[in-house]
């Protein structure tokens, strides 16, 4: 017998961000009392938002989140807090330098005249932890557990006030196999005794061995909700890709070009798995683009930190036209011949508050042509940054303008001008053409399709699987780290046989 | 362009009314306080353009303040808070001193010489903090605030027991020679050469900062340092370079003080132009040709001040007040970066909306 | 020197000076680790203890009692803690920007309020301000050896020792210290758990305040009766490198504090052994550098061995 009023509703819920960008725009389903929810989608979806929306850290910006069927409006951590929500965050929410009983107690500590009752704090969160069998050393600090232990912790504090319903945001990112195990089993414990879990995952095989219900999400909207009984992988795999678009394809080059990147066994260490890297192998070509595809964080941010010098290498070694470049430094790169568009335009990829003209001769430093000894031959400048407004078609006022009054593809285009301009050798395309208007993104894809006919070699890593697979010589995929797919660009190659090694389901190596 | 020129004078709009309110805050109390507000008023706005000579107390007091003022801004445009320039211009100003004293020169040579030494010894209350955070990492900002004190009393150590003059009353130096004071160049002022160089260097420094490819590389350094990083920059000897730049202008500083308008060295506590020159590049918002109309601006608060409390028994410890209001006041981000005056900003610009 | 210095600790006299030394350091440092902890370095101590030093003489002339005295300091310290966090999470100033501010208005304000109380800028003597007192405790002063040296000590001194195992518990022990902990080491997580960043800074930066303004009191009525021009010489940016020396917990605080005061007080005797009396008074301001930087050396080398 099932209950008639979801225990969490969502009503046409939407969300745009104060700098434009639409998060959520048609978020509407129920989740049951009692089971366990899946909510699926690529990045970009809406997933994340929805459920700050939900724990109360984000408003939205239309609609109604319904609790056991009534409206509810401003919604704080506190306030879902005292309503039996809990969030398992992606990012801990942990103090680091504080203990376990502190972190769980905080805000709603148990007194003892003026003291914290120490002692009370500390048989409670050892009964929450036994009650629920997530075991924790309670006197040890954040920073010295490990993370799998870090996340029961988090796990514990969700719990730690009457909690009804648990939302968990990527559990299993941090987690090795028998860790995901054995935190699946709790969250089946846990379902069983009456709690209702939410979560997020794009792994398909968790979702469906966890799951009763599943919720995909695609670009702020709800495509479907349905139990995972009735609907395949294959069906899921659909609905979180989208259509199936026809593109066409980069012309495949002969494949004798001399090898100009090798990465041999390189692995990275690091907190956040997104900067992880675990024995990756690869070579790229010169005139020869790779695509690197994969759920966001599986760890692209590590592949190109490493690629620019910005990250050391734990084991394995990098050359580059036949120089070793294991510990090259962001400025070896560069001389090397390494353009980048990182995936952080105003922050890594340019200074907003500086011009256009400054930003596009950045880093460029002693060109006679531009530059008299110290001094900035304005006039040269001048001509030359106006030459590559004109050819980059960059729209704007003046080049005398801030970066950030550009919109992001002219930004983007300002800072492909810059870093194409001197013929490199190794492009490092970092979602390129994400977020900006057809327009520029074509002819981005035109520039970089003719800096690799130059001899250059290219890697794109982009969640934009049309890009991908119209750019792209090979594909790679990354998850959790590894490459679990290597294949060629064929005709046959489509969104829809990438996603399961997105997703986890098959590797192909 | 029209636009864009439109835009920055909203800005500068808004951060006169801003000054403007801080000012009236403090002064209307002060006039309503004495039996003729209105001779208040008009001593403090008006009266330091009313003689030859108080328009030369103005520029006389911002010679020192606008290069501790450049000072400060290569170090903030840099990102570092090295706060040595107090300590800076205090042994610029002894070493000049000493150099005055000890060194047997004559000419045009002498007190450029001077400036030069006392330039050199300043830069050590800057570089010392900046080389212990480059090499191991120790805070510049506490390291500099202290040592600017051990350096104040090595330096009264080396007055007290090198050059000083047993004649004279309280603790001073010995006469400088004529040869190392600088000329006075309005009669009926103090006005001395070192306000040219004040304000050449603060051309220079703005001619530098945005005309160069080192200057664009500090900007960058300090606006944007994920870029300086990917752009692969040498951030770190950046950031000495700027503290070790910073240290030796507050060191000409106060070496050209010395010269400038004493005949005797007699300071026993630091003299506190280090702090006016921070809230002169705050107020400059860290652009070196500002530095000038900043520290003339403080300037003529300083000496509209010092008229009401001689004409009126008004402590001129009230444009200290004043000074440190609008310092916070120009830096309150709550004002300009408020939402709806950055819209205002964007609607005068027409631009287009966020992608 | 070193002789120097155990004589400092042995000897009853120079001991209870290395205490009346320590003091101000230590009630300023505390403050300076309260608000630390929280997320704000509070670089206007130096204009919190002067202000506090002129407020106290001022109460204490006008009504005579210098009790009176202590708690307007302690008042205008929490005022002035309350306005820095008002401009920082409210008006959004820097927190650098906002120290500096407070010290130069507060250095304009006390010569300006001196001047209109008693028509003179240099030093309060017009003013009859009292002097609090030194406490002596009935047994403990009779003990043979123990006894100079645990009774005779200003009040202000047993205070400030006092205050270290209070502050200790309070971070460690309180709710309220959790959240001081909680927000400065990791604000949105604290958020997260409900714990308002601007609420807590305004209440950490107030008692901040407090302790500043108890020092400046001592300074100005401790043991001698009168405030002069920036009397206060540094001791609130000594006070901050003794925080940063103590490592953010109130005993390491407490021990940088000792520190400093030993090496002041030596400073002191070996002027009165002929040796020149500003390099010695260059000491407390070189003696942080040094242990700071060693610190700060150690701190590197781990990070370098651990990646």
């Known amino acids: 017998m099932e209950d008639a009023i979801p225990i969490v509703a969502f009503d046409k819920v939407a969300k745009t961000y104060p700098n434009g960008t639409v998060a959520l725009s048609d978020a509407s389903f129920g989740i049951r009392k009692g089971s366990i929810h899946a909510i699926c989608g690529e990045n970009g979806a809406g997933k994340s938002t929805l459920m700050k929306i939900l724990f109360g850290l984000e408003s939205p910006s239309a609609g109604q989140v319904m609790l056991d069927g009534a409206a509810v409006n401003t919604v704080t951590p506190d306030f879902a807090g005292r309503h039996g929500i809990g969030m398992v965050h992606q990012h801990f929410s942990l103090v680091p330098s504080l203990t376990v009983v502190e972190n769980i107690i905080l805000g709603h500590e148990p007194k003892r005249g003026v003291l914290i009752d120490a002692r009370r704090a500390r048989d409670e969160v050892i009964a929450l932890a036994r009650r629920y069998e997530l075991d924790v050393p309670p006197d040890a600090r954040i920073e010295t557990l490990s993370i799998a232990a870090q996340q029961k912790v988090e796990i514990l504090k969700a719990l730690s006030r009457e909690t009804r319903l648990l939302i968990l945001d990527e559990p299993t990112a941090v987690l090795s196999p028998p860790e995901i195990e054995e935190l699946f089993s709790r969250l089946r414990d846990l379902r069983d005794s009456g709690l209702t879990i939410l979560f997020i995952s794009h792994k398909l095989h968790e979702v469906r061995a966890l799951a009763d219900t599943v919720t995909v999400l695609r670009a702020g909207q709800v495509v479907d909700t349905c139990p995972l009984a ?77 690629l620019s010098g910005l990250m050391a290498l734990s084991t394995g070694t990098i050359s580059f036209a036949g120089t070793d470049m294991t510990r090259a430094s962001t400025a070896q790169w560069r001389r090397a011949g390494l353009a980048y568009l990182p995936a952080d335009r105003f922050t890594q990829g340019g200074t907003p508050a500086l011009s256009l003209m400054e930003n596009a001769i950045a880093g460029t430093d002693g060109d006679p042509a531009i530059q008299w000894g110290p001094f900035l031959r304005r006039g040269a400048i001048r001509s030359r940054v106006q030459a590559m407004v004109r050819e980059f078609a960059v729209r704007t006022r003046g080049i005398g303008e801030r970066l950030d009054s550009l919109s992001g593809g002219n930004a983007q285009k300002l800072i492909a001008a810059r870093e194409l301009a001197g013929a490199p050798k190794l492009l490092l395309a970092d979602q390129p053409t994400r977020g900006i208007d057809v327009a520029s993104a074509a002819f981005l894809h035109g520039r970089i399709d003719a800096v690799a006919r130059g001899g250059a070699a290219v890697l794109l890593i982009t969640a934009d699987l049309d890009e991908l697979l119209r750019l792209a010589d090979r594909v790679i995929v990354l998850f959790n780290g590894r490459i679990v797919a290597d294949l060629p660009n064929k005709t046959d190659l489509t969104p829809a046989a990438l996603g399961p090694y997105m997703l986890g389901l098959e590797t192909a190596a | 362009m029209m636009r864009s020129i439109l835009a920055g004078l909203t800005e500068f709009a808004l951060t006169l009314v801003v000054v403007a309110a801080v000012i009236l805050a403090v002064l209307v109390p002060v006039a309503l306080s004495q039996p003729d507000a209105g001779e208040v008023l008009r001593l403090f706005l008006l009266g330091p353009f009313g003689t030859m000579r108080h328009v030369g107390n103005i520029l006389e007091l911002a010679t020192p303040t606008m290069l501790t003022g450049l000072a400060a801004t290569l170090i903030f445009r840099a990102g570092s808070f090295n706060l040595g320039i107090e300590g800076s211009f205090f042994v610029g100003g002894i070493a000049a001193t000493a150099a005055a004293l000890l060194l047997p020169l004559t000419g045009f040579i002498a007190a450029p010489t001077a400036i030069i030494v006392g330039a050199l010894f300043g830069s050590l209350a800057c570089m010392v903090p900046g080389y ?14 202290v040592l600017n004190f051990a350096f104040l009393y090595a330096g009264v150590f080396i007055l007290n027991y090198f050059l000083r003059d047993p004649n004279a009353g309280a603790l001073m130096s010995y006469r400088l020679p004529a040869d190392f004071g600088l000329d006075r160049i309005m009669q009926g002022t103090r006005l001395h050469t070192g306000v040219i160089v004040a304000f050449a260097a603060c051309i220079i420094g703005g001619i530098w900062l945005y005309g160069t490819r080192g200057g664009l590389n500090l900007r960058i350094v300090g606006l944007g340092p994920g870029f300086a990083q990917h752009l692969g920059l040498n951030t770190s000897a950046l950031i000495m370079r700027a503290q070790i730049a910073g240290g030796l202008i507050a060191g000409m500083a106060g070496a050209i003080e010395v010269l400038g308008l004493y005949n005797r060295f007699s300071w026993v506590a630091l003299p506190g132009h280090g ?51 609008i310092m916070l006041a120009v830096t309150a981000t709550a004002i300009f970066r408020h939402p709806a005056f950055l819209r205002l900003i964007r609607d005068i610009k027409g631009e287009e909306q966020a992608a | 020197m070193i002789e120097a210095i155990w004589n400092n600790l042995t000897d009853p006299a120079l001991f209870a000076t290395v205490l009346r030394v320590m003091t101000p350091l230590l009630l300023a440092a505390l403050g300076v680790l309260i608000s630390d902890r929280a997320g704000v370095l509070n670089i206007g101590m130096e204009g919190m203890m002067l202000s506090g030093a002129l407020v106290g003489v001022l109460a204490s002339a006008w009504t005579g009692i210098p009790f009176v005295g202590l708690l307007a300091a302690i008042a205008c310290g929490a005022l002035l803690g309350a306005l820095m966090a008002g401009a920082i999470n409210g008006l959004g100033t820097h927190f650098i920007i906002t120290g500096i501010a407070l010290n130069l208005a507060a250095a304009s304000a006390t010569t300006l309020g001196l001047y209109l109380a008693t028509g003179d800028k240099g030093m309060s003597g017009a003013l009859q301000s009292g002097v609090l007192p030194s406490l002596h405790i009935p047994l403990v002063r009779d003990m043979p050896i123990l006894g100079p040296m645990l009774s005779g000590h200003h009040m202000l001194t047993y205070a400030a020792i006092l205050s270290v195992p209070v502050v200790s518990i309070m971070l460690a022990r309180t709710p309220f210290g959790l959240h001081i902990r909680a927000v400065g080491a990791d604000a949105k997580a604290a958020a997260t758990a409900g714990v308002s960043r601007n609420r807590t800074q305004l209440y950490a930066l107030m008692l901040s305040g407090v302790f500043g303004g108890a020092a400046g009191a001592y300074l100005s009525m401790g043991y001698v009766s009168w405030f002069a021009q920036n009397m206060t010489a540094g001791r609130g940016f000594i006070a901050i490198a003794a925080e940063v020396m103590g490592m953010g917990t109130a005993w390491g605080t407490f021990a940088a504090a000792a520190v400093l005061g030993i090496a002041e007080t030596t400073a002191i005797t070996m002027q009165a052994l002929g040796l020149p009396n500003e390099l010695m008074q260059m000491i407390p301001y070189i003696v942080p550098v040094i242990v700071l930087t060693v610190y700060a050396a150690r701190r590197q080398a781990k990070a370098r061995a651990h990646s």
């Open chain 1, 230 to 306: 009735e609907v395949s992988d294959a069906e899921i795999t659909r609905m979180v890709m989208g259509r199936d678009v026809d593109v066409s394809r980069r012309q495949r080059q002969a494949a004798n070009a001399p090898v100009l990147l090798e990465l041999k066994n390189v692995s990275t260490a690091g907190n956040d798995p997104a900067d992880r890297l675990t024995d990756i192998s690869l070579t790229i070509r010169a005139d020869e683009i790779v695509g690197v595809a994969g759920v966001d964080g599986s760890g692209q941010r590590g592949l190109a930190a490493v």
């Open chain 2, 132 to 145: 212990l955070k480059v090499r191991f990492g120790a805070s510049e900002m506490v390291n500099s605030l």
């Open chain 2, 275 to 325: 702090w006016t020159g921070i809230t002169v590049a705050i107020l400059a918002r860290e652009n070196p040709f500002l530095v000038i109309p900043a520290a003339l601006f403080l300037a003529y608060l300083q000496v509209g001040g010092d008229m009401l409390a001689r004409n009126l028994a008004v402590p001129s410890e009230v444009v200290g007040l004043v000074t440190a209001a």
